[in-house]
C-alpha cells in the first residue's frame, strides 16, 4: 500500500525550507548532536568518577542494541508523519493531541537542558587554552558566551549552511577517537588487556540504571533526522538510512574508545583516575602516549565538540517551538520562519536569550561549570529524551494498532512492542538509580528535584492540551499535523504551494 504525501500548505513563512539535506547531512546532524568527542572525554570520565562504576562500555553496546530495535518502528512510522517536532508529533498522532502537547514541553525543557549544559563544558576546556595562549586566566564564562554569540547567529542562517560547518568539525573529532582508541590499545596497563568493563553482568548490579541512561546520554541525536524530516531530501528513504546508521557508528566507536581507556589506565583504576583527574583522564592518555601537541590538539577539538553539538541541539530546540508556534500550542510568532533562509529565526532568538540568562545566573553565582552546568544539565536532559524515545515507542505501537498502512508486521508491530517493553524497563532502572547517576547520596534532594521539575512540566502539557481540546477543538484536532496545522481554524486552504525557499 502506498502512502501519499500530505500536500504542503500554508505559507511559505508558516514552512522550513525543503529539499536541503541529504544522508550525509542527517547524520551531520545526528553525529554532532551527540558529540563523540564530549562524551568520550567529558561524560565518560565523568560518569566513572561519579558513580563509581566499570561499566560504561557495555551500557553504549547494548544502548546500541536497543536502539537499533527502537529506530525499525521509528523510522516506519517516520515515513507517515513528518514533523519538525518529532517526539511531539508522534505521541499526538499515536496516542493522543494531549499526550503530545505533554511531549513536546518535556521535549523543550530536556533539550534546552542538554543544550546548556554543553556552555559548562566549553567553558571549563577552553579557559586554559586561553590562558596558555595569552597569558590570561580567564574565567569560565568569557569562552562560554563567545560560544553563545556563535550559536545565536547561526540558529538564523540556512540550516545547509550549519550542515556544512558541523561536517568540517565532526571529520576531526572522529579521527582523533579512532586514533586514540587505537593508541590505548597499543599501550595497556601493567596488568595487560582486560575485558572485565565489557562485561555484561555489570548491568545487573546495583546503579546499573545509571549506566544505562549514560549509555543512553552519549547516544541522544540520533533521532535528529525525524526533526530534520521536513527539510531532507526524499524522507521516507534518508531518513531510516541516517538514523541507523547513526546508532551504529556511535555504538561502535563508543564502546571500543571507553573499553580503550580502561585498557590503557587498567580496569581496576579508571574510576580512581576519573575521580582524581576528571577529563584529565583523557588528555593525559593524549600527551603521555602521543605527545603534547597531539594533546593540544585534542583540546581543541573538544572544544570545537562542543561548539558542533551546541549549534545542533539548539537548532533542535529551535525546530520543536517553531512546530509548536506553527500548531498554534505556543504563540504564533514562533511558527514563522526568515524568507531568506528558512531557518527559524524567533524561535531560535529565543532560546539564545534562554541560554544567556542561565548563563548569567551561572557566573554570578560561581557555580561549578563541569559538575553544577555540563553534567547536571546533561544527565537530567538525557533522561528526559529516554522518557520521550520510550513514549515515541508506545506511540508507535498505538499508530500501527489502528492502521498497519501496508507495514510489515515486524516493523509496525513486534519490533515497536519489544523496543517498548526494554525501555520502559530502561526507563524505570533510571528512576531508581537516579542518585547514583547524578553522583549524590540517596538523602540529596537533587534527585527528586528533577524529577518533579518533570512531573510539573507534564502536569502542565496535559492541562494545556485539555484547555486546547475544550476551547479550540479544531486546534486540537490539527495538533501533529505539521504543515497542514499552519492553517488558521475556519480559513479556507490555499493551493499547495510546489517549492520552497531556497
Known amino acids: 500500500m502506498s502512502v501519499t504525501p500530505q500536500p504542503m500548505v500554508g505559507s511559505i513563512a508558516d514552512r522550513l525550507a525543503a529539499d536541503r539535506l541529504g544522508v550525509m547531512g542527517l547524520l551531520h546532524f545526528s553525529l554532532t548532536a551527540a558529540t563523540p568527542l564530549t562524551v568520550i572525554a567529558g561524560v565518560t570520565v565523568t560518569g566513572w568518577a561519579l558513580t563509581g562504576q566499570l561499566g560504561i562500555p557495555v551500557a553504549f553496546a547494548v544502548m546500541g542494541a536497543i536502539l537499533v530495535l527502537f529506530s525499525i518502528g521509528y523510522t516506519t512510522m517516520a515515513r507517515h508523519i513528518s514533523n519538525a517536532g518529532a517526539f511531539y ?137 525525524t526533526v530534520y524530516a521536513e527539510e531532507s ?55 603521555e602516549q602521543m605527545g603534547p601537541t597531539v594533546a593540544t590538539t585534542a583540546e581543541v577539538l573538544l572544544v570545537t565538540s562542543v561548539v ?25 510568532s514562533l511558527g514563522r520562519t526568515s524568507p531568506s533562509t528558512g531557518a527559524p529565526a524567533r524561535s531560535s532568538l529565543v532560546q539564545s536569550a534562554v541560554a544567556l540568562i542561565v548563563l548569567v545566573v551561572y557566573a554570578v ?53 519489544l523496543s517498548t517493553l526494554i525501555l520502559l524497563g530502561v526507563t524505570t532502572m533510571a528512576v531508581v538509580s537516579f542518585p547514583d547517576l547524578l553522583g549524590v547520596g540517596p538523602d540529596s534532594p537533587l534527585p527528586t528535584a528533577v524529577l518533579s521539575i518533570y512531573a510539573a512540566v507534564a502536569v502542565i502539557g496535559v492541562v494545556w492540551g485539555l484547555i486546547l481540546r475544550s476551547s479550540r477543538p479544531e486546534l486540537y484536532r490539527r495538533i501533529g499535523d505539521g504543515p497542514r496545522a499552519a492553517i488558521e481554524e475556519g480559513a479556507a486552504e490555499p493551493e499547495p504551494v510546489q517549492e520552497a525557499v531556497r
Do not use: C
Not at 502537547?101 to 586561553?130: D, K, N, R, W
Not at 564502546?255 to 576528571?278: H, K, L, N, P, Y
Not at 545542533?312 to 504564533?332: D, I, M, Q, W
Not at 552546568?373 to 500501527?400: K, N, W
Open 89 to 225: 508529533a508522534f505521541a499526538a498522532k499515536g496516542l493522543s493531541p494531549v499526550v503530545g502537547v505533554t511531549a513536546s514541553l518535556i521535549a523543550l525543557v530536556a533539550y534546552t537542558g542538554l543544550s546548556i549544559g554543553l556552555y559548562g563544558l566549553l567553558g571549563q576546556a577552553a579557559a586554559p587554552l586561553i590562558e596558555s595562549a595569552t597569558g590570561w586566566a580567564a574565567p569560565w564564562w568569557v569562552p562560554a558566551l563567545a560560544l553563545w554569540a556563535l550559536v545565536a547567529v547561526l540558529g538564523t542562517r540556512a540550516v545547509d549552511l550549519n550542515s556544512k560547518f558541523l561536517a568540517v568539525l565532526l571529520a576531526a573529532e572522529m579521527a582523533i577517537i579512532v586514533i586514540f582508541s587505537a593508541s590505548n590499545l597499543g599501550h595497556p596497563a601493567e596488568g595487560g588487556f582486560s575485558l572485565d568493563a565489557l562485561d555484561p553482568t555489570l548491568l545487573v548490579a546495583s546503579g546499573a540504571g545509571a549506566l544505562l541512561v549514560l549509555g543512553f546520554l552519549g547516544m541522544i541525536g540520533i533521532e535528529m533526522p
Open 233 to 287: 531530501k526524499n524522507p521516507r528513504r534518508t531518513v531510516r538510512i541516517a538514523t541507523v546508521l547513526a546508532i551504529l557508528i556511535l555504538a561502535v566507536l563508543y564502546t571500543i574508545a571507553a573499553w580503550s581507556m580502561t585498557v590503557a589506565v587498567g580496569s581496576d583504576q579508571i574510576v580512581a583516575a576519573a575521580r582524581e583527574a576528571d577529563i584529565g583522564v583523557f588528555f593525559g592518555l593524549v600527551a
Open 308 to 332: 558542533a553539538a551546541a549549534i545542533s541541539f539548539h537548532n533542535t530546540v529551535a525546530r520543536y517551538a517553531f512546530a509548536l508556534g506553527r500548531e498554534n500550542v505556543l504563540p504564533r
Open 365 to 417: 553565582a560561581d557555580l561549578d561549570p563541569l559538575v553544577d552546568l555540563f553534567y547536571l544539565f546533561g544527565t537530567s536532559g538525557g533522561f528526559g529524551i529516554l522518557m520521550l524515545v520510550t513514549l515515541a515507542s508506545a506511540a508507535v505501537v498505538a499508530f500501527f494498532a489502528r492502521d498497519g498502512r501496508g507495514e510489515t508486521a515486524w516493523s509496525s508491530r513486534w519490533a515497536p512492542v
